[in-house]
């Protein structure tokens, strides 16, 4: 039997990493998290990983979580969307499956500081991609990640899927 | 393009990821690195990671470095093979690629000295895999990384890709 | 000049380390971060971190703390007091320098909650201790990690440092 | 009693911290292991770490390594001295201890191709250091870390000292 899949997209620092984390802690069915930051640490030191060297990187992440959803695993994917052309890929690799699309929202200025603190991510990214990356998505749910901690975020996704 | 395949078999703490970290450095193609490490890390930490209790993630592993293939990269793998089961899981999902099948060898009581050293992983384990993970294997390539070093490792795979 | 020092006490997954990391990141002063889990990682893997083992490792601290002030760097530490003991020797190490207390605080199923979500952490570890380890200590501050954001709980102690 | 010292100074990637993790492994005597990246862990991540926004920093470490000496614990160092002034302060502040001395040498060739494997150093770091650093410093051992493998390497260490 094939597994359910949901997409959290959001901005660097947003807080997808920590929500899926908390989502499989307090989840009764076993999800897989499935991490474009994993796909990038992939690459060899050398070359800068994004999607300017490595164009095709998150097409290969849809059809890998077609992979895990096929041979049995539900998967909860923390993914940065270049957009409507990652919504399209998406949707079009994993059709068929059960899809659940999850805006990961969070105020610019508080991004700002969470990217200061945390250290492991440029100055400036969370900005440069906060317009863009929600551009002609559809969404099932939005979250927002500033008034509601982790594990009240995790709950929020727990409830839709009821 | 297809990618081509190089799979990397051999114990815990057998060098197998310093060795494809190597690789990378010093092939002048670009390959993405697949590590089984890193499919075990999307479990839930609340399920021990492993086969017993996610007996397709092998399976499903094949399938993502053939989407990574199919997709134009080229993919160097870092497993611990279930024996004879994985060879033809990898074998049969990978069939129309260049694969090159490469046995990461060292001898046992370095295997023990190194696995106290690097703390993350159970003693033990290396042992415990040593001697069923090459059964029913045909290689194109053995290296022993007590012998050689990464370097020197990652030299001699380049040397028989050529 | 000596440097100032903030000591930061709570459980583990209390969020600490994270509230350091932001009072770093908003502070106009400068400080280091000396934090408990630090000097565990010095211990050889073999031996299981921990205060039986090491009894004299938070009195080790405590003069490093010391050592760091001494040499001009402000300090906030992160640290899990083994109640009074703990609170005399930083005490007694660290006087005549301008020492903040601050009591991190987190309702116990929050911390429960938390922890199973980080994964490195062991289940029932921040219950050991949410008992304990604030005997006897006299606070300067209190701050809760589940109604103020890691962001807010640092503009808190910058706020009472003014 | 006060504990014994060990020091490694060699350049980036050379491998120091390796070495002193196969040590700590392999020795019946306990060992804590302070290295000076974690004294730059503990910056503020917005200010670059070294010693030129820090340049005390290796003199609260040597201060730091008496704190645990002193309180009863063995330690081995992993630092990369500024030359003759780190083992001027080190000497200065560690006398009245045991304190040996120990190079940790490796051709250039071989450092920039582990630097290039590894992908969390700059490229170029280990040249940058490896005249100056050993300048005006009286070793008791010099190991080589390109022909000995670190169990090999330790056990030197472990010769050396009965």
């Given at each position: 039997m094939k597994g359910n899949v949901i997409v959290l997209n959001g901005?660097?620092?947003?807080g997808k990493t920590t929500l899926a984390r908390a989502f499989q802690a307090q989840s009764t069915e076993v999800y897989l998290l499935c991490a474009l930051d994993a796909f990038w640490d992939m690459?060899?030191?050398k070359i800068p990983a994004g999607?300017?060297?490595?164009?095709?990187m998150k097409l290969a992440l849809a059809k890998s979580v077609q992979a895990l959803a096929e041979t049995g695993h539900n998967v909860i994917v923390d993914i940065v969307f270049c957009g409507e052309k990652t919504y399209r890929e998406l949707t079009n690799e994993l059709s068929g499956l059960k899809l659940t699309l999850v805006k990961v929202d969070c105020p610019l200025d508080e991004l700002t500081k969470r990217e200061a603190a945390r250290g492991d991510r440029a100055i400036g990214l969370a900005k440069s991609q906060h317009e863009s990356i929600h551009q002609g998505v559809l969404y099932d749910l939005t979250i927002d990640t500033l008034i509601n901690s982790p594990t009240q975020c995790a709950q929020k996704i727990i409830n839709y899927l009821l």
């Open positions: 901005t660097s620092s947003s690459t060899p030191y999607s300017k060297n490595f164009p095709n």
